[in-house]
């Protein structure tokens, strides 16, 4: 039996359940038999990949015949089915991208190019589509360096790369050292390659992250935990060096295998504390993914509910954003969010209740690890010469 | 959320607001006043049930599920713990690329597969060998395109390759690689190279043109960097060029703030004549005021209230009763049609009735008898004038009621001037006096 792209069928997951998934794509197998690329449709895209017929229940299947002539359909003209299609394969996060321009991502991007990669210690899962060089197409596993981030197609030129390596920690200046936590800053355009690869790594675990323009103009802060065999990466977070925009922060990634340590939220609240060193306000350039948001959220919460738990007297937003470095808009966007803005007899006031802002509090989760603002040692990229 | 009725005001970011404590201060106020507020806040209520009913649900599933991830077993071996972190922060040496001992270059699988053939079962040459061979030719390729000036700022349809083979054995003499083999890497090389129409070391292949749409093509120049040509930023090229700008800019500048000192200086004149002119002003209202009665405006600056050692008080002038009839008039209006003829009573501005006009030759015998006399307050003596030949200038043709009598007296240089214009009221001299009158009170009480 051979199905159709755009069957709704149900689907054994890792869980070991069965649940809804939607073929994208098919391929046929030297066997001649095909495997599906598929789409759970409860979850986001990261989860999507390739199954056997024999995961499939084929009984449950239900033939979308409008899909079928609809994916013949070319250009950018939304029939009903074409936005339902987008509406449900997009639970969150994607709300800032007009259809249009949605949907020549999702077509471009629609399947994985590569399905693994080995980093360091790691062999991860890789979550969304990168557009690596036409080259690197065949190849559904690559290997990457984890001090140079070169990657290659098969172990052996890895291993052979890993005897003339000159690195064990990312090119740029240390600016940061607490424990065995490190925080190096490196500048796109003299480490070219270094952030064009770390980039095209970066893209596997980020949905809406573009490639599109050069590296040059930001400035990447890679963390890394060090031991005797060099400063391995956790995550990083990119900004531009200039922003007339005002962010503060381009891209953040934690790498799956650290993930839900607190490293995003250590990075988030590091993007601030560069901030505040600048004198600025800042905010994370949009969109926000589903995981980024929840980070984001938790980040805002604590550090301004801890200080509505402090505060004497009456306070206004602008300060609230010169003390915490967090845009205005966002606080009010998370005091509002908590309904702790209400608006009383003719004026805003804001409710600090203990009790409250203690469940709230609970609710965002611990902060992570601190930044220690005494390790932090750093000139503004203006400052620098 | 509990107020559903009406929509609050937008919110000021720069407003202090105040922060409630307690929830009670928040429902102690909101005592629902009728039946419908009641069941408003009952809406409310329920709408926040569910609202929080569905967070809790989605709190559940909040762990968001993610792809999976495995250690690799032959890490320890592939990565050699050698790294000693110094207690310094690590400082950022040259990019690879600068440095130039290092082969970037990494064997693809291409490679590979050639290798062994090439190689078949024997090494005649090492894959570490062909990774530094095809690095110095793809470097020693991109050298030539730099001295032919073909470098090209994007990724255009083909990236031609100059290095010929003699330069190229030529430049890798130091290796000293047989004839043959090399032959052989050079022809592998230059049929990738050409097949790839561009660098195959990543670091020296050209950027995608911004208007390229293939989707692979990535890392484009950003139109932001073209800012870099504003006025702003080719003003900070360090050249002689620009430092002499800069100089021009300073010389401008530094004329341009002594013309604005020297306005000042004379804005600040201008003020001063202002201040006089008006204090002046108010010393004549005052006078006019306090007396009331003035024979006309020439007498003006006798005022009795300046506290001279020539003209101490008013009753000085009362003492002298020598004065002529015909010089006694009433004035009550500075600026009023004046005429000698006429006495116009007016409701309390006459304080003093009559007022007799002091004679200049008993003013100066007023005079402190230790005070050197000042030939310029002597009055012109008319009989000496007439001695010494001066004649005052006639009268002025012009038929008027007064005429324009000229005013004689001695400058302060000792000159003898005949006024026709009061220089200090700016008032034609004379208001219908016949006689000759000398100003010399004026300038001894100003003196």
């Given amino acids: 039996m051979v199905l159709e792209v755009g069957t709704r069928v149900l689907c054994r997951w890792r869980d070991g359940k069965h649940h809804p998934v939607k073929v994208i794509e098919r391929r046929r197998l030297n066997s001649g038999d095909y495997e599906y690329y598929v789409h759970y449709t409860e979850f986001n895209r990261r989860l999507d990949e390739w199954v056997r017929l024999e995961q499939l229940d084929l009984d449950s299947v239900e033939n979308d015949v409008d899909e079928k002539v609809e994916d013949k359909v070319t250009g950018l003209k939304m029939t009903r089915h074409q936005k339902r299609k987008i509406d449900e394969t997009h639970v969150e996060g994607h709300e800032e991208l007009d259809p249009a321009s949605l949907r020549e991502h999702e077509e471009f991007t629609k399947v994985k190019n590569i399905a693994t990669i080995e980093l360091g210690r790691y062999q991860i899962e890789t979550w969304y589509f990168s557009p690596f060089p036409p080259e690197y197409n065949d190849s559904s596993n690559l290997y990457f360096c984890e001090f140079c981030l070169n990657f290659m197609k098969r172990k052996e030129q890895l291993q052979r790369h890993m005897k003339k390596c000159d690195l064990k920690h990312p090119p740029g200046d240390e600016i940061y050292r607490s424990g065995t936590l490190s925080m190096f800053e490196v500048d796109g355009k003299k480490n070219k390659v270094y952030a064009q690869n770390l980039c095209y790594l970066a893209k596997l675990f980020l949905d809406h992250k573009t490639l599109y323009y050069d590296v040059d103009l930001f400035l990447f802060y890679v963390l890394c935990e060090c031991d005797e065999r060099g400063c391995h990466m956790v995550g990083y977070f990119s900004k531009e060096k200039q922003s007339e925009e005002s962010y503060n922060l381009a891209c953040i990634l934690t790498l799956p295998p650290y993930q839900r340590k607190g490293y995003g939220k250590f990075l988030i609240a590091f993007s601030y504390e560069l901030s505040k060193k600048e004198g600025k306000v800042g905010t994370p350039e949009r969109p926000l993914s589903d995981l980024g948001l929840l980070s984001y959220r938790g980040y805002w919460t604590r550090v301004l509910l801890d200080i509505l738990k402090k505060h004497k007297g009456n306070i206004s937003i602008k300060e609230l954003s010169d003390m915490t470095a967090i845009r205005a808009e966002d606080i009010l966007a998370t005091l509002q969010a908590l309904e702790l803005i209400q608006y009383r007899k003719g004026q805003h006031v804001i409710c600090a209740d203990p009790k409250v802002l203690d469940r709230h509090l609970k609710a965002a989760g611990r902060g992570g690890l601190e930044v220690d603002v005494s390790k932090l040692i750093w000139t503004p990229y203006k400052e620098q010469g | ?447």
């Fill in chain 2, 1 to 447: 959320m509990s107020r559903l009725s009406f929509r609050p005001r937008p919110l000021d970011i720069h407003k202090k607001l105040p922060i409630l404590k307690s929830i009670k201060d928040f429902e102690d106020d909101d005592t629902p006043t009728s039946t419908r507020t009641q069941m408003l806040r009952l809406v409310a209520e329920t709408d926040n049930d569910t609202q929080v009913h569905q967070v809790a649900i989605k709190k559940t599933v909040s762990e968001i599920p993610t792809p999976e991830y495995v250690i690799v077993d032959t890490y320890e071996r592939d990565y050699s713990p050698t790294f000693n972190q110094p207690a310094s922060y690590l400082r950022a040496r040259g990019a690879r690329a600068e440095i130039g001992d290092f082969v970037e270059y990494d064997l693809d699988n291409e490679d590979e597969d050639w290798l062994e053939e090439f190689n078949s079962d024997r090494t005649i040459l090492p894959s570490e060998t062909l990774e530094v061979i095809i690095f110095k030719l793809e470097v020693f390729d991109h050298k030539a395109r730099e001295r032919a000036g073909v470098i090209a700022p994007t990724l255009g349809t083909h990236v031609p390759v100059l290095l010929t083979f003699d330069a190229a054995i030529e430049a890798l003499q130091a290796l000293s690689i047989q004839y043959g083999i090399f032959q052989s890497i050079y022809s592998y090389w230059r049929e990738k190279r050409e097949r790839l129409h561009k660098p195959i070391l990543r670091r020296l292949q050209p950027p995608p043109p911004v208007n390229d749409t293939n989707p692979y093509n990535v890392f484009r120049p950003r139109e932001k960097a073209h800012r870099l040509h504003t006025r702003r930023m080719q003003r900070r090229e360090n050249s002689v060029q620009s430092f002499e700008r800069l100089r021009q800019v300073r010389r401008n500048l530094d004329q341009a703030k002594s013309l604005l000192e020297a306005l000042i200086k004379r804005e600040e004149r201008k003020r001063d004549v202002v201040d006089n002119e008006v204090l002046l002003q108010r010393i004549q209202m005052k006078f006019k005021n306090d007396t009331g009665l003035l024979e006309d405006s020439l007498a003006l600056p006798e005022m009795p209230s300046f506290q001279s050692k020539f003209v101490s008080s008013e009753d000085e002038y009362m003492e002298s009763d020598d004065l002529p009839p015909n010089r006694i008039r009433l004035r009550f209006q500075p600026h009023g049609p004046v005429d000698s003829r006429v006495i116009i009573p007016s409701a309390g501005v006459i304080k003093q009735e009559i007022r007799p006009r002091p004679a200049p030759h008993t003013w100066l015998h007023k005079l402190d008898p230790l005070e050197p006399i000042l030939l310029f307050t002597k009055p012109l003596v008319p009989e000496k004038l007439a001695a010494a030949g001066i004649v005052p200038p006639v009268d002025s043709p012009i038929p008027s009621a007064r005429g324009h009598n000229f005013r004689g007296r001695i400058g302060r240089g000792g000159r003898i001037v005949f006024d026709r214009w009061n220089p200090l009221m700016h008032t034609p001299i004379d208001c219908g006096d016949q006689l000759y009158m000398p100003p010399k009170p004026r300038i001894s009480a100003l003196h």
